[in-house]
């Protein structure tokens, strides 16, 4: 059986169309189309709906999918694993990341890691959003998230370590709140959905209520926001630590600790068998992050 026309009908079906799957594999249109006819032909089915603008899986399709992934799996784990020489062609590890934390710490690890392994070729897919990591082909998903979906074989990387966070512009206008219940009466800088902030040991009134004129869904946008005065926000550690350093942010409350809710996970598809590369990487990360972010 054809292992390239396998992996091309995976790859289709991850991408939602044969002719960018064919290009990543480095196939014209055309020949693409003449593989996937002739792996329909050999198995006595067709395996994909095809229009101009997407392809589906028929009901034979959808049987096949899960054992054509599991061979091509296994052949790219056999490659990963047995072949050394740099002349091998390179197999590709897919990674999806949040921007932000991409720039500031996954970006030395992901140097360190291909100089280690010269026969891969990794793309970095840099996205804040929360993504559906089959259909896009993604091997390994790095998330900062509490995390709640079940869908996904999940291994921790380490704690999100987060601090509220203000210009000293902003503590010389505003004040500084004293306690947690201040917060109420100070502009915020809200993250994503987040109303209100939960400070660790402290009873009396464990949430304590935000608001503000500026919410975004972006880590660095809001440190960005907070070294320009627009209120306090709460920022992850490892993205603070350099403004904190400049002194372009100062650490408000420090004497109540934001309650940790949130860790960076190291993701994967439940559905895919995890290959030698991608377990490779997160063991790789796992040692560079051994001491947090």
């Known amino acids: 059986m054809d292992i390239q026309a396998l992996n091309l009908f995976v790859r289709s079906m991850e991408m939602g169309n044969i002719t960018a799957a064919g290009a990543e594999l480095g196939l014209v249109p055309s020949v693409a189309s003449q593989k996937l006819a002739k792996l329909e032909k050999s198995l006595g089915m067709r395996l994909l709906h095809r229009t101009t603008r997407q392809v589906t899986l028929t009901e034979g399709g959808a049987l096949f999918l899960p054992h054509a992934s599991r061979i091509i799996a296994a052949v790219d784990e056999a490659y990963f694993t047995t072949v050394k020489s740099q002349e091998t062609p390179k197999r590709v590890l897919r990674i999806s990341a949040p921007g932000s934390f991409a720039r500031v710490c996954l970006m030395p690890a992901v140097t360190r890691f291909l100089r280690s392994h010269p026969n891969l070729k990794i793309d970095l897919v840099l996205s804040d959003e929360v993504q559906n990591l089959t ?3 993604i091997d390994v998903a790095i998330r900062i998230a509490a995390l709640k979906d079940s869908t996904h074989v999940a291994r921790k ?3 999100d370590t987060r601090i509220p966070c203000a210009s000293p512009a902003y ?4 004040g500084e ?5 201040d917060l109420s009466r100070h502009d915020c800088i809200t993250l994503g959905e987040e109303n209100r902030w939960h400070f660790a040991g402290n009873a009396r009134n464990p949430f304590s209520i935000i608001n503000g004129s500026f919410r975004v869904n972006c880590g660095e946008a809001a440190r960005i926001a907070a070294v320009e005065g627009l209120g306090i926000a709460s920022i992850s550690l490892w993205n603070a630590r350099a403004s904190l350093k400049r002194g372009d942010l100062v650490e408000v409350l420090s004497s109540f600790a934001l309650e940790q809710s949130r860790a960076v996970w190291a993701i994967y598809p439940s559905s895919r068998q995890i290959s030698s590369k991608a377990r490779a990487f997160v063991d790789f990360l796992s040692q ?4 947090g972010f």
């Open 288 to 291: 560079e992050f051994v001491d």
């Open 157 to 159: 990387l380490g704690n």
């Open 177 to 181: 709140p004293g306690e947690p219940e």
């Open 135 to 137: 259909e896009i082909g």
């Open 171 to 174: 503590r010389e206008q505003k």
